[in-house]
């Protein structure tokens, strides 16, 4: 029933959207986003009301949707016909979006395009067309809660020090010691597992070949980060099992890894941290780098006027000011003491060796065309490997087996 | 005369249902009638493009090596839905039909999650249910080592299954409450004085008697638990693996987080085929064992 009405309502919808055509006169415009934060909120506010000055006829208003079931709400809103006319798109649905032709090429909405680091736009470009922008270009890090560790008797490991095993061995012991968890690899949660890419790209580990047509998941770079992953979990202690929750940011784990720009969560932190690279894996160090992007929906009914709000929202002066939560892809901004002006919870230090040199080397996690589906499938056929007895390699071989026909479509 | 009066009559009775009708029309038959046009094409949502295929969809759900397995999950959970939610829903009444003290503290008490939104129900179980959750802290508690029910294999379905029978139970049993006290008591007395014994009593009375209303839960059970989403989505989301995935869960994958509007309308049509053949079937069985209908 509950989705016979949906379908129906679709119908409606598309049959609205079909009265209405061109229209003449004041604006609208909507963009939707994965980000209800107040802080975030205030400054896209500000930046359209600064635009509105300019522009009285057009008015803007940004729509946060749920980031869990972000791209399901906005593929809906499309396909019934109430498409939003500027959209963030997470690095994930990016192939999808990017090669689909829902979005409009946005090259002539942009400021300076020559400061944008190549790095940071690969991922949306199509036949050298930048199809989307993207504003937030965040590195994955390795928050501590050093309050934890000293209470347990244990120290950051620095320097060459600085490993998965030595970090993996002090989550475990300070978990142990304090009877909170250890790591959490956020946004995991055993289902999505493109979150643990900042550890198995340690181990030059690849979920799919650059070209995205084989499987990586049966080959020995990937079978030994998965079984370092699982030892952590089931013998060592280290991460917490399937099923556990433990937030980082409410003082529950020792330590935590996701992007930086987290770091607004611990405006009111009860305890002290740090914030650290990732750790070197058996391949050295590396950094993983997480996007989103935001484009213009060709399906929206003002392109022309999304276009000229997007060139304004990611124009030099306003990248700076968004900045302090967004790392963002021009070059010029991408300096410790520009990125310090804005974001005063980190240090110099800290956005240097985590931000910076992050988005100058980093690899983006892993994303593919048809991504959702090959993300279920490959969440599902892991699903056997997180209990204590698992075969790790027959497991990762069974990945390839689900989702190598799709690949190679 | 008559004749006007006559329609007249007809024509307040249509104005009557008319609200129900144009709401079965714009939402059950309109939709039923695109949902088989859509299974015919393929929809690209995000390229905006809807052409036609012709029985390619159909095809490829012939082909689906997830669609048995989906279709064992969607058998498991109905099969076990309606055994366990009946058996327990008759026992609950056949105990709660006693002339006991707080017997309606009892009634109002399996009756009561029945009101509760299914999604806050769900949630509040999910808490429950994970591995550091009040279940396995309880059997830690008394000794006992829990398994992590909503994670793995074996118990995921069955989780997901209880969590649903608590949810749902309370209405059968107000079903066959009503039933068991629409039995004429001097039936009972008769048969006690012919030296029959309880379980002969309610087998040979009491069954025969509240059959109609066996036939008409297990129609509801039956088709609700084919219908069954928010729990999926909730507790497991289709998993472990695919073991939970039911066919209305997967054909929401395909649908809407896959994009495949096409293949998920072609899904939507084999499970309206699903349903349909079912409440025939039983339709066509209530004459077998069904002991008299009103």
């Not at chain 1, 959490?184 to 995205?212: C, E, M």
């Not at chain 2, 693996?241 to 939507?268: C, E, I, K, R, W």
Request: charge should be neutral; aromatic fraction near 10%; charged fraction near 15%.
């Amino acid at each position: 029933m509950k989705l016979r009405a949906a379908i129906a309502s679709i119908v409606l919808l598309v049959s609205v959207a079909a009265c209405g055509g061109a229209e003449q006169g004041p604006v609208t415009l909507r963009m939707t986003t994965w980000s209800a934060n107040e802080a975030h909120v205030r400054l896209f506010n500000q930046i359209a009301a600064d635009y509105i000055k300019a522009h009285p006829d057009v008015t803007i208003k940004f729509d946060a949707l749920p980031v869990d079931t972000y791209t399901t709400t906005l593929t809906t809103q499309i396909a019934g016909g109430n498409a939003p006319d500027l959209a963030w798109i997470l690095e994930g649905s990016a192939p999808d979006f990017v090669s689909s032709g829902a979005l409009a090429p946005v090259d002539d909405a942009i400021e300076n395009p020559s400061e944008l680091a190549p790095s940071a736009t690969a991922l949306w470009k199509q036949d050298g067309k930048l199809i989307a922008y993207p504003f937030s270009t965040s590195p994955f890090g390795v928050f501590v809660n050093t309050d934890l560790l000293t209470q347990a008797g244990q120290k950051l490991p620095t320097g060459a020090d600085w490993t998965w095993d030595n970090a993996i061995a002090v989550a475990a012991a300070t978990a142990a010691k304090t009877g909170k968890q250890g790591l959490v690899p956020r946004d995991f949660d055993y289902k999505d597992w493109t979150n643990l890419a900042p550890i198995f790209d340690g181990w030059g580990a690849q979920a799919w070949s650059d070209d995205g047509k084989t499987c990586g998941f049966d080959q020995q770079p990937m079978i030994d980060a998965m079984t370092f992953i699982h030892q952590a979990i089931f013998t060592r202690k280290a991460i917490p099992g399937p099923g556990v929750a433990a937030d980082f940011f409410a003082g529950e784990s020792a330590m935590t890894i996701t992007q930086i720009s987290r770091a607004s969560l611990l405006k009111d932190g009860k305890f002290t941290w740090a914030l650290v690279p990732l750790p070197a894996g058996p391949k050295g160090t590396y950094s993983v780098i997480g996007q989103g992007g935001v484009g213009v929906l060709k399906q929206g009914k003002h392109v022309d006027a999304a276009k000229d709000f997007l060139k304004f929202f990611t124009g030099d002066a306003n990248s700076a000011k968004l900045a302090q939560f967004f790392p963002p892809p021009r070059t010029p901004q991408l300096t410790a003491d520009t990125l310090a002006r804005s974001n005063p919870l980190l240090s110099k230090e800290q956005l240097q060796s985590v931000v910076i040199d992050g988005i100058a080397n980093g690899v983006v996690k892993p994303s593919h065309a048809n991504n959702a589906q090959i993300s279920q499938a490959v969440r599902a056929a892991l699903d056997p490997l997180w209990t204590a007895d698992a075969e790790v390699p027959a497991v990762l071989k069974g990945v390839c087996t689900a989702i190598q026909p799709v690949l190679a479509k | 005369m008559t004749r006007a009066i006559k329609r007249q009559d007809r024509l307040t009775a249509y104005a009557f249902i008319a609200p129900q009708l144009a709401g079965t029309v714009a939402f059950v038959l309109i939709p039923l009638v695109l949902v088989a046009w859509y299974s015919l094409h393929e929809w690209n949502v995000l390229a905006n493009t809807f052409t036609f295929s012709g029985v390619d969809n159909y095809r490829q759900l012939a082909e689906d090596p997830t669609v048995p397995r989906v279709l064992r999950a969607t058998l498991l959970f109905s099969a076990g839905l309606v055994i366990v939610n009946l058996s327990l829903a008759l026992l609950l009444a056949v105990l709660l039909n006693q002339k006991l003290r707080g017997t309606t503290v009892f009634r109002v008490l399996f009756f009561s999650p029945v009101v509760v939104s299914l999604v806050a129900w769900t949630i509040v179980w999910r808490f429950m249910l994970q591995d550091n959750g009040g279940i396995n802290s309880f059997l830690d508690a008394v000794g006992l080592d829990g398994p992590n029910w909503l994670r793995s294999g074996g118990t995921a379905m069955a989780a997901v299954i209880v969590v649903q029978v608590l949810k749902n139970v309370g209405l059968n049993m107000v079903l066959f409450l009503a039933a068991l006290q629409g039995v004429p008591p001097e039936l009972y007395e008769a048969a006690r004085t012919d030296g029959a014994n309880a379980w002969t009593v309610f087998r040979r009375i009491t069954l025969p008697l509240i059959s109609p209303t066996i036939l008409l839960t297990s129609i509801i059970t039956v088709v609700g638990s084919l219908q069954v989403f928010a729990q999926i989505a909730v507790l497991t989301e289709g998993g472990p693996g695919t073991s939970t995935t039911v066919l209305v869960y997967y054909l929401y994958q395909q649908a809407f987080q896959f994009h495949a509007f096409g293949y998920g309308a072609t899904l939507s049509v084999l499970l309206f085929l699903i349903v349909l053949a079912l409440t025939v079937v039983q339709w066509q069985l209530r004459k077998r064992w069904v002991f008299h209908e009103s």
